[in-house]
């Protein structure tokens, strides 16, 4: 297909891009349950990501350059818990923003931004033209639209009054997802890389909107650190487990016992994984409900 290219904005034969990296969905496939499902059709799995004519093939490679940096220095060993301490220079954020970037195009260009205020499109504009011209390589300077990692973890116990998503470890270990979120005074790109969360801001309402964060560059250090983060987002995590767990409660008895049969086959990796001890944290943590909340629709 022809046509321009966001990116370098020539016309061009484009490229069926993933809109996020492909690296995330073939580590899912060997180290996961590779169950990917649509929300339209969620009896369908999903062996590959969302994909889109975004780049053309020179541009494409460009951001390959960093997805691989990103998959080999951080993802993966973040991910098979040899590593939780990653020096890393500008890479971290080229990756970062070219994520960010790719989200926030695919919702202008699915439906412009039908949910946000005159001022948060305004903005949504500027962050995607100085997302643009950094990844062009024409400035430093990105401005207010700062890039945050947040790595997310198994919840061993929870003592505080309101409730946690009977589904949220499961979802913290094992959900791939992305959104627009906004509030009448904050607009940001989330994208949940199973336990990386790479946040780009748009809008935030106060200076370190987000505590302790912010990708550095060109150069910095990832390691364990105490992180502040606000109430709505860890209620947007709560929403979105149930959202999950709601999807599964809707398969059939068929794609049920296809999931079961593929834990079966392989008993031995499934205790060794994140799922099958963040389904035990789920169940410490909210007791049968953690069950229930999957159990709803396909018994009927
Ligand atoms: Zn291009």
Request: hydrophobic fraction near 35%; aromatic fraction near 12%; proline fraction near 4%.
């Amino acid at each position: 297909m022809v046509d321009v290219c966001r990116l370098c904005e020539e016309e061009k034969e484009l490229r069926l891009s993933h809109v996020l990296p492909s690296f995330l969905f073939k580590w899912k496939k060997k180290h996961g349950t590779g169950f990917f499902r649509t929300s339209e059709n969620p009896n369908k799995r999903i062996h590959d990501g969302l994909k889109m004519h975004l780049l053309c093939s020179d541009c494409e490679q460009i951001f390959g350059v960093w997805e691989k940096q990103f998959a080999e220095r951080f993802f993966k060993p973040f991910h098979e818990k040899t590593e939780y301490r990653v020096k890393y220079s500008d890479w971290l954020i080229k990756f970062a923003i070219s994520v960010s970037w790719r989200i926030l195009i695919y919702h202008k260009i699915k439906g412009g931004f039908p949910h946000l205020s005159d001022i948060q499109i305004a903005y949504s504009e500027k962050a995607l033209s100085s997302w643009r011209n950094f990844l062009l390589g024409r400035t430093d300077n990105i401005g207010n639209f700062e890039q945050h990692l947040i790595p997310v973890g198994i919840i061993k116990s929870y003592r505080e009054d309101n409730s946690l998503s009977p589904y949220l470890n499961r979802y913290f270990v094992g959900s791939v997802d992305t959104n627009l979120l906004r509030t009448p005074n904050t607009c940001l790109i989330y994208s949940k890389l199973n336990k990386l969360i790479v946040i780009g801001i748009i809008q935030q309402p106060i200076q370190d909107y987000l505590e302790g964060t912010r990708i550095e560059y060109p150069s910095g250090e990832f390691k364990p650190r105490s992180i502040g983060l606000p109430p709505e987002i860890f209620d947007y995590f709560n929403k979105q487990a149930n959202l999950v767990a709601q999807l599964l409660s809707t398969l059939s008895e068929k794609q049920w016992s296809t999931i079961s049969k593929s834990y079966e086959n392989d008993i031995d990796r499934l205790k060794k994984s994140d799922i099958y001890v963040a389904t035990g944290s789920d169940v410490s943590i909210s007791g049968q409900a953690a069950f229930n909340i999957l159990e709803s629709k396909h018994k009927k």
